[in-house]
């Protein structure tokens, strides 16, 4: 099997590593997150990806984050002219570099955390609306 060229390494996304600090948040996230019913979670690429269903709806840092050391990932489907305006005022809201459905929020302390919950709640239940379960 051949190794990948030097360009072909280039194409694949940075994705930084994260401290135990986020490590620890994370895993409060995480066990807040599979409380919620039909929730799984599973590895992915130094992070955990937790699903409801069938859909994944949301990504933790284990070892490595999407956008920044400190922040965490939700997918919502879609957005309501409300929802946009709630995204595009929060502070903790990542600009989106990537896929648009996919948005990072980056905790700043842990008190950020019941924040992070509420988007991931909100992502939760959007996915049940889009009839990915």
């Known amino acids: 099997m051949k190794g990948r060229t030097n360009t072909q390494r280039r194409l694949l996304p940075k994705l930084p590593r994260v401290p135990e600090e986020m490590r620890q948040w994370s895993d409060l996230l995480l066990r807040e997150i599979l409380g919620w019913p039909d929730v799984s979670s599973r590895p992915m690429f130094g992070m955990t ?47 989106s570099t990537g896929d648009a459905k996919w948005i990072s929020f980056e905790l700043q302390s842990g008190d950020d955390l019941p924040d992070a919950i509420r988007w991931f709640a909100q992502a939760y239940r959007l996915t049940a609306k889009a009839g990915r379960t």
Request: proline share 11%; with cysteine.
């Open 49 to 95: 990806a937790v699903y409801r269903g069938n859909a994944i709806f949301g990504v933790l840092p284990r070892t490595r984050a999407m956008d920044t050391s400190y922040s965490v990932s939700f997918k919502i489907p879609w957005r309501n002219p409300t929802l946009k305006k709630r995204l595009e005022a929060d502070p903790c809201i990542l600009p």
